[in-house]
């Protein structure tokens, strides 16, 4: 049994959830989340309460149902409160900048990398501190993980792209004699 998928979830104000074909529908004031769930986990909605159930037994449903109830979680609060992360951009001459729909950085390489925003998501950059917002916290994840990805930090000087809340542990460097 997972303890995750018996909690009952509950929908707050101002929230619709609708149920067709193995779609959910997720509709609140900041956004419209649609998702789609397999049909071997009933997913039953009774007034403001909603719980999951595996139609069967095996490891994968029991897996699979904490996962779901962890994605209607999510949904249901990022219809109501939009996610929010931040990156931190360290180093000298490293600079961000949103252009239109794309996100500029000069991250020391011989070119400015350039990295599509999605349309879900709104991305501002003041000084060194990039804060991406948005209703899909995967989405969210997806993006600010990319955008680290571009120029990881490292050890010695600390310089890169780092969440705001990651600490970078910091390397000696060599010993003179």
């Given amino acids: 049994m997972s303890r995750i998928g018996k909690k009952q979830l509950t929908i ?3 929230t619709e959830v609708t149920l067709s074909g193995g779609v959910l529908t997720v509709k609140g004031p900041l956004a419209t989340l649609t998702k ?3 049909t071997d986990i009933a997913i039953n909605i009774e007034g403001s309460i909603i719980s999951l159930l595996p139609v069967r037994t095996s490891n994968a449903l029991t897996a699979l149902w904490g996962t ?3 994605h209607i979680e999510n949904m249901l609060a990022g219809v ?3 996610f929010v992360k931040k990156l931190v951009v360290e180093g000298i001459g490293f600079k961000s900048d949103v252009k239109g ?3 500029v950085l000069a991250l ?3 070119h400015p990398v350039k990295v599509a925003i999605p349309a879900d998501l709104k991305v501002t950059a003041e000084k060194n501190i990039i804060t991406v917002t948005g209703s899909n916290i995967e989405s969210v ?3 600010v993980s990319h955008v680290r990805s571009q120029r990881k930090p490292e050890p010695y000087k600390g310089k890169g792209i780092r969440y705001d809340t990651e600490v970078i ?3 000696q460097g060599k010993k003179s004699a």
């Fill in 12 to 14: 707050p104000a101002k």
């Fill in 36 to 38: 789609h769930f397999n």
């Fill in 68 to 70: 779901y109830v962890s």
């Fill in 80 to 82: 109501n409160t939009a």
């Fill in 101 to 103: 729909a794309e996100l």
């Fill in 108 to 110: 020391g390489f011989s």
């Fill in 141 to 143: 994840g997806q993006f």
């Fill in 169 to 171: 542990r910091r390397k």
